[in-house]
């Protein structure tokens, strides 16, 4: 794990007391259970018993869900099926998100293409209201073919997004260096299917064909291992790996995971072979001088 200075080791000692009266809980999902569909006047159905839920688009609308339950750091895991053939002009999207005008948020968007070309999978953090960190991916797959699984794993020290189990981009607490980081306001998991052809194609050059309509992506495999927060306080007993715990209490060891080396490996490629654009490599865009985050050099 990273070092940190004494600064940091007192905030996160503080952060622990905080959360040390919470109940780390593990559950495989059901989206009858888990969530609760938001918007779409029917294109969002829940199938197979609560085991699989499909979002759809069409001219007048898409379609979106939200969870029940509200988290504080957490291990999010989704397997997602993306719209197939010509999905130009749609954004499926899968995120983390607080509410306000200084709202944290952890989002995994996926950017429709031509048939035939790869979709981007976007990705981004907003903490107190900042975003603007985009790094965006080409994916080693076909999205459409079959599902996958999208990762995001959210505790004190960092955030790791994956796909199938591969890191592919890590933002670290850096709240000692005057980076805010997510760590005080709880997060509600979204998802929604929506027209975004002004920008979302090619810069908006490429609109949404609405012949191929109805487009309909897939949800399925939800397991979540986190702090459920309700009004006032979150419900962990333990935050230590360590620590036992019962039957229905499961190890926390996500709450202090990092990045081994193996996993570190599997981040360099990705980011050498897939990695399209960068926010921290964009000067033009940062002319003053890049994001103070962007000047820390390790990946854990």
Known sequence: MASYDAASRTSMAMLLSVLASCLVFAYAGNFYRD?????????????????????????????????????????????????????????????????????????????????????????????????????????????????????????????????DGIPIRVFKNLNSRGVAFPNKQPMRIYSSLWNADDWATQGGRVKTDWAGAPFTASYRNFNANACIWSPGKSSCSSLSPSSSSSSSSPSSAWLMETLDASSQRKLRWVQKNYMIYNYCTDRKRFPQGLPLECTATATS
């Open 35 to 163: 969530f609760d569909i938001t918007w779409g006047d029917g294109r969002a159905k829940i199938l197979n018993n609560g085991d699989r839920l499909t979002l759809s688009l069409d001219k007048a609308s898409g379609s979106g869900f939200q969870s029940k339950n509200q988290y504080l750091f957490g291990k999010m895991d989704m397997q997602l099926k993306l719209v197939p053939g010509n999905s130009a002009g749609t954004v499926t999207t899968y995120y983390l998100s607080s509410q306000g005008p200084t709202h944290d948020e952890i989002d995994f968007e996926f950017l429709g293409n031509l048939s035939g070309q790869p979709y981007i999978l976007h990705t981004n953090v907003f903490s107190q209201g900042k975003g603007n960190r985009e790094q965006q991916f080409y994916l080693w797959f076909d999205p459409t073919a079959d599902f996958h699984t999208y990762s995001i794993l959210w505790n004190p020290q960092r955030i790791i997004f994956s796909v």
